[in-house]
């Protein structure tokens, strides 16, 4: 008899790791739908707050479109007025399911955009607390997805979802949880830990509103967990159906900069 206890309790648990799975991929199903609709354009700011309070402040233009098998972010970042040096930047992000995401920068002059060395994803545009990786989210397609219900945060009830990477997953980031509205599916709050330095990047979402059918947050903000400062991407106006294509996301739309006057 006693030889049967493992496989008893192994039948009785078998059932339980089944309805996780399941809770985890209904819960997961809504972002990744956000995402494989997604066709939206941005205006805003990209604020950076420093430990004493200093901002630079960059005005951002996104857009983005999911084309099969792949979301293509291009983000244009302006010249900050505190800025004594030339910061003008534009970023073409692609993201795959398959986590074979690539990022392309291009600056003033430059003939054609160039890849964004995988050891410079963790830096970002206007300092390091919202990295060029941040623009993406893949970690919902990442395989290992697991969720725990009744978790709250800001007075929501949220489903808590934590996604870690696969072996062919190109990211820094070894965990990442998200806490989803329970009724929307929307990312409240989300703590990222990078790989290598155990290091937790905090995102808060605010102002989120329901315009064109999509679910989409006013303002977002990075801190780096111990550190002062932190980082804002400040939406100010935009269109959740764009109808953009693939023109919008050409090389040459990355190298078209008008001269500054």
């Not at 739908?33 to 005005?59: C, K, W």
């Not at 084309?67 to 800025?83: K, M, T």
Request: hydrophobic share 40%; with cysteine.
């Amino acid at each position: 008899m006693r030889r049967l206890w493992p496989a008893l309790a192994l039948a009785a648990l078998l059932p339980s790791v089944a309805a996780c799975a399941a809770d985890a991929a209904k819960v997961v199903a809504v972002p990744r739908q956000r995402i494989e609709t997604a066709d939206f354009r941005a205006t805003g700011h990209l604020v950076r707050v420093s430990a004493s309070g200093e901002r630079v402040n960059s005005p951002v233009t996104l857009k983005g479109h999911y084309f099969p098998g792949v979301l293509r972010v291009l983000v244009e970042l302006g010249q900050p007025a505190e800025a004594h040096k030339e910061m003008r930047e534009r970023i073409l992000l692609e993201m795959r399911p398959n986590g074979q995401n690539s990022i392309r920068v291009a600056h003033p002059g430059d003939p054609a955009p160039s890849a964004l060395p995988f050891e410079k994803w963790t830096d970002g545009p206007i300092g390091p607390g919202f990295s060029y990786e941040d623009f993406l989210e893949p970690q919902y397609f990442w395989n290992g997805q697991t969720v725990a219900e009744g978790a709250t945060h800001g007075g929501r009830d949220c489903d808590l979802l934590t996604s870690t990477p696969g072996a062919s997953d190109r990211t820094h980031y070894a965990e990442i949880k998200t806490w989803l509205d329970h009724t929307i599916g929307f990312p409240v709050y989300v703590e990222k830990t990078l790989k290598g330095t155990g290091t937790v990047k905090e995102f808060m979402n605010y102002g989120i509103r329901h315009n064109g059918g999509v679910w989409s947050a006013h303002q977002l903000e990075v801190k780096v967990r111990g550190q002062a400062g932190s980082t804002l991407l400040i939406i100010d106006s935009g269109t959740a159906k764009a109808k953009l294509g693939l023109g919008d996301f050409s090389p040459e739309q990355l190298t078209h900069f008008q001269d500054r006057k």
